[in-house]
């Protein structure tokens, strides 16, 4: 079965760029979209944008444009960069398949602080 | 956007009790809606998608219906380890939107 596995840094310093990667293993990147979601006390489930594998994105116009998704497939990973972090990008980010989120990674918590 | 609010955002209910928690878009999603299940500490697992149709292997105690703007999750007969919360969200816009939550409590 498929499963997918974030990675990346705990702790972004403001104003600089937040950096995961997701990890997909038991099946092909090659097919379906591959979706970034996060999660924090104050605002709930967001999702911030997907990728399919053929590398067509669209993102949560929320962002305003800071949120940068890629594709690796022949390391079957994606990767977010969001850029210019503040306090309140500070979440539980989440890699997931599909447009109805399924499955999902066990998530990272990502901390913004100086 | 597409708003999808809840209802209610908790609720209190006993084991074997039978459960329905109500999900509204703001517009028309046909039958775009997931619905997923959260426990504390973990990522949220996906228990239905477009609108009725379960996940393998999620128990048929769970089940969904809807279309257009309202949409329900049922839960037949309450067990201990459907205490989570739960929440919905659509697919048929950008950007792809959530519900609030809906937290199930032991009464």
């Known amino acids: 079965q498929v499963q997918l596995q974030e990675s990346g840094p705990g702790l972004v310093k403001p104003s600089e760029t937040l950096s995961l990667t997701c990890t997909v293993s038991?099946?092909?990147?090659?097919?379906?979209?591959?979706?970034?979601?996060?999660?924090?006390?104050?605002?709930?489930?967001?999702?911030?944008?997907?990728?399919?594998?053929?590398?067509?994105?669209?993102?949560?116009?929320?962002?305003?444009?800071r949120a940068?998704?890629?594709?690796?497939?022949?390391?079957?990973?994606?990767?977010?960069?969001?850029?210019?972090?503040?306090?309140?990008?500070?979440?539980?980010?989440?890699?997931?398949?599909?447009?109805?989120?399924?499955?999902?990674?066990q998530g990272t918590l990502v901390t913004v602080s100086s | 956007d597409i708003q999808m609010t809840q209802s209610p955002s908790s609720?209190?209910?006993s084991v074997g009790d039978r459960v329905t928690i109500t999900c509204r878009a703001s517009q028309g999603i046909s039958n775009y809606l997931a619905?997923?299940?959260?426990?504390?500490?973990?990522?949220?697992?996906?228990?239905?998608y477009a609108a009725s149709t379960l996940q393998s292997g999620v128990p048929s105690k769970f089940s969904g219906s809807g279309s257009g703007t309202d949409?329900?999750?049922?839960?037949?007969?309450?067990?201990?380890?459907d205490f989570a919360t739960y929440f919905c969200q659509q697919s048929y816009s950008y950007p792809l939107t959530f519900g609030g939550g809906t937290k199930v409590e032991i009464k």
Not at chain 2, 38 to 47: E, I
Request: some cysteine; hydrophobic content about 30%; charged content about 15%.
């Open chain 1, 26 to 65: 038991g099946g092909s990147i090659r097919s379906y979209f591959w979706s970034w979601i996060r999660q924090s006390p104050g605002k709930g489930l967001e999702w911030i944008g997907h990728i399919y594998y053929s590398g067509s994105t669209n993102y949560n116009p929320s962002l305003k444009s």
């Open chain 2, 11 to 13: 609720l209190s209910a």
């Open chain 1, 68 to 105: 940068t998704i890629s594709v690796d497939t022949s390391k079957n990973q994606f990767s977010l960069n969001l850029s210019s972090v503040t306090a309140a990008d500070t979440a539980v980010y989440y890699c997931a398949r599909g447009t109805s989120f399924d499955p999902w990674g």
């Open chain 2, 35 to 48: 619905w997923f299940q959260q426990k504390p500490g973990k990522a949220p697992r996906s228990l239905i």
């Open chain 2, 71 to 81: 949409f329900t999750l049922t839960i037949s007969s309450l067990q201990p380890e």
